[in-house]
């Protein structure tokens, strides 16, 4: 019996000894969520030189400084093959390829989004809303190319017309 005790205190001392076998599984380094994020020191100046803002104030904060040339509409519209038409379809009419996996996706090719300033919808694009991503990654002034774009799509946009031909005018007064 006593025999027994000693061969357990032997294993156990050496095993209370090993402190390191629980500092591996928790290293020092900081893992995700452990505490809040850092915030950016006070007066730093944000890297895409945009002031703060938010879907709320956007109107006052940012203004569109891209002027809507051929060649804005021209990257906008790649950005937009790119990053929105698998969601809002090719021509914005809620129709993208994931709409049949997640039916909460809405047309853009809308009155209601043409009624929206260009901040507003930038800031849609840079920090999402609801469930729709942010896409900050996008560099900023393609963000602008981005709506510039989206104008285009909506029914009644531009002289052109020519992306408004085949819109399908749901519930379209005239
Ligand atoms: C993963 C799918 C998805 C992608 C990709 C996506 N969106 Fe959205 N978008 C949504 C959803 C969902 C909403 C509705 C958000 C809400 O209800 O607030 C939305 C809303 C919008 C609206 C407002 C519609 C309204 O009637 O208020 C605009 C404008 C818009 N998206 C533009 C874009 C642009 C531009 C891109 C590409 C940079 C993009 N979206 C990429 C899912 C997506």
Redesign the pocket.
């Known amino acids: 019996m006593s025999l027994r005790r000693e061969l357990l205190m032997a294993l156990a001392l050496p095993l209370a000894a090993c402190e390191w076998f629980s500092t591996m599984s928790d290293p020092p380094s900081i893992e995700p969520h452990e505490r809040a994020p850092l915030l950016a020191a006070e007066h730093s100046v944000p890297l895409d030189g945009l002031p703060d803002y938010d879907l709320t104030n956007a109107d006052d904060r940012v203004s569109n400084p891209q002027p809507s040339s051929p060649s804005s509409l021209e990257a906008g519209r790649a950005?937009?093959d790119t990053?929105?038409?698998?969601?809002?379809g090719a021509s914005?009419r809620g129709d993208?390829p994931?709409t049949r996996r997640?039916p909460?996706?809405?047309?853009?090719a809308?009155a209601?989004?043409a009624g929206?300033t260009d901040p507003y919808?930038f800031a849609?694009?840079s920090k999402?809303?609801?469930?729709?991503?942010e896409?900050s990654r996008?560099p900023v002034s393609a963000?602008w190319d981005?709506?510039n774009?989206?104008r285009t799509l909506s029914p009644g946009a531009g002289a052109t017309g020519a992306s408004g031909a085949g819109t399908t005018g749901d519930g379209g007064a005239p």
């Open positions: 950005y937009y990053f929105c038409a698998v969601c809002h914005g993208g994931l997640f909460a996706i809405p047309a853009i809308t209601q989004v929206y919808v849609l694009i999402g809303r609801g469930l729709m991503p896409y996008i963000r981005i709506v774009y989206v």
